[in-house]
T-cell receptor, first 111, second 114 residues
């Protein structure tokens, strides 16, 4: 059964710092991996989706990488801003295309 | 604008009452999903549907029921049999049956049962 883990559970950094969020999964036979952002009390916003054949995807200051063989993905945020403060979730689909989520990393960027 | 709407945003009910949460999408997606989110536990799948008039139980379906009579709509009923219904409920949709698929989420409904 696929399990998804995110480390760290919480992270606090000063504004301007580059940071990396980690996501690991136990079954490397994935179709893709999706990174989401969630603000308190809100729904999920899709940030990046990496296909199984891709190594990375970029959107603005965000870069997500995927290493299927080691069961890992990282989300790199460059030049962090207070507006980046949120919970970041990663998820992979199972064989029925349902998403299996990690518990998230709660990020605080201090001004 | 294309997207997913959930209503109401906040819902309060007395214990023992059934309550129905609305989810509508105009993205022309075949698949729709209901998740429950509790603090510190991430998201857990309640029910999902990949086509009209068909749906499957997720990991925590007990005490919940759904219907999928229209492609755009996937309402969730929280019954009195659900032991701990207070939670944040999220609806999602996606293009079903492809590898190049992305799930899109609605804004959520926060249900409080007292």
């Amino acid at each position: 059964k696929q399990e998804v883990t995110q480390i760290p559970a919480a992270l606090s950094v000063p504004e301007g710092e580059n940071l990396v969020l980690n996501c690991s999964f136990t079954d490397s036979a994935i179709y893709n991996l999706q990174w989401f952002r969630q603000d308190p009390g809100k729904g999920l916003t899709s940030l990046l989706l990496i296909q199984s054949s891709q190594r990375e995807q970029t959107s603005g200051r965000l870069n997500a990488s995927l290493d299927k063989s080691s069961g890992r993905s990282t989300l790199y945020i460059a030049a962090s801003q207070p507006g980046d403060s949120a919970t970041y979730l990663c998820a992979v689909p199972d064989s029925s295309y349902k998403l299996i989520f990690g518990s998230g990393t709660r990020l605080l960027v201090r001004p | 604008d294309g997207g997913i709407t959930q209503s109401p945003k906040y819902l309060f009910r007395k214990e023992g009452q059934n309550v129905t949460l609305s989810c509508e999408q105009n993205l022309n997606h075949d698949a729709m999903y209901w998740y429950r989110q509790d603090p510190g536990q991430g998201l857990r799948l309640i029910y999902y549907s990949q086509i009209v008039n068909d749906f499957q139980k997720g990991d925590i379906a007990e005490g919940y029921s759904v219907s999928r009579e229209k492609k755009e709509s996937f309402p969730l009923t929280v019954t009195s049999a659900q032991k701990n219904p207070t939670a944040f409920y999220l609806c999602a949709s996606s293009i079903a049956g492809t590898e190049t698929y992305e799930q899109y989420f609605g804004p959520g409904t926060r249900l409080t049962v007292t």
